[in-house]
Antibody, heavy 121, light 108 residues
Framework: QVQLVQSGAEMKNPGASVKVSCKTS????????MHWVRQAPGQGLEWMGW????????NYAQRFQGRVTVTRDTSISTVYMDLSSLRSDDTAVYYC??????????????WGQGTLVAVSS | EIVLTQSPGTLSLSPGERATLSCRAS???????LAWYQQKPGQAPRLLIY???SRATGIPDRFSGSGSGTDFTLTISRLEPEDFAVYSC?????????FGPGTKVDIK
């Protein structure tokens, strides 16, 4: 079965960077786009971007451009999300989510368990 | 960027009642690339509906989606105790793949 297992919670100081991993299993890693979505405490879901694990191509929401980098390691079927210049309002649960179908235009259908990133001095 | 608005913000209903949730887009969504998610406290979202009206695998048929263009609806025909949760819509037809703010369905 499809499984997405994310790395553990992180506590960071303002200005630092964080790298969250998402290890996948149960399907062909290069066949499905991976999205990153975050959710601040008590708030709604916010889409951050996607990666095509086959080509490495990425697309990010404008508000995260220049601060977020999504990469992948096909040898271990893992995707990474790196967010830099952290601010207190980056405190959120970060999710990786695989496309339901093997197409860019597919809603995220399988989700990781989430990783809490807390930013505080 | 397509902005999604959901109404109502909170819906208070009793088990067995029908729930009707609305999602409105600021511009037409390409080819009904609209999804609905259910989220319970402390859990990841769960895909219910994709393509505006297709149920994801394992989703009970009391959940149905409809709509096109800018107006979409999620209907839960008869609320079960496990259906009380937050429901969010998302468009994935054009980047950024924006989400609505969510509708909370709680027990009356």
């Amino acid at each position: 079965q499809v499984q997405l297992v994310q790395s553990g919670a992180e506590m960071k100081n303002p200005g630092a960077s964080v790298k969250v991993s998402c290890k996948t299993s149960g399907y062909t890693f290069t066949g499905y786009y991976m999205h990153w979505v975050r959710q601040a405490p008590g708030q709604g879901l916010e889409w951050m971007g996607w990666i095509n694990p086959n080509s490495g191509d990425t697309n990010y929401a404008q508000r995260f451009q220049g601060r977020v980098t999504v990469t992948r390691d096909t040898s271990i079927s893992t995707v990474y999300m790196d967010l830099s210049s952290l601010r207190s309002d980056d405190t959120a649960v970060y999710y990786c989510a695989r496309g339901y179908f093997d197409s860019l235009l597919s809603s995220p259908g399988y989700w990781g368990q989430g990783t809490l990133v807390a930013v505080s001095s | 960027e397509i902005v999604l608005t959901q109404s109502p913000g909170t819906l208070s209903l009793s088990p067995g009642e029908r729930a009707t949730l609305s999602c409105r887009a600021s511009q037409s969504i390409i080819s009904t690339y609209l999804a609905w998610y259910q989220q319970k406290p402390g859990q990841a979202p769960r895909l219910l509906i994709y393509g505006a009206s297709s149920r994801a695998t394992g989703i009970p048929d009391r959940f149905s989606g409809s709509g096109s263009g800018t107006d979409f609806t999620l209907t839960i025909s008869r609320l079960e105790p496990e259906d009380f949760a937050v429901y969010s819509c998302q468009q994935y037809g054009s980047s950024p793949f924006t989400f609505g703010p969510g509708t909370k369905v709680d027990i009356k």
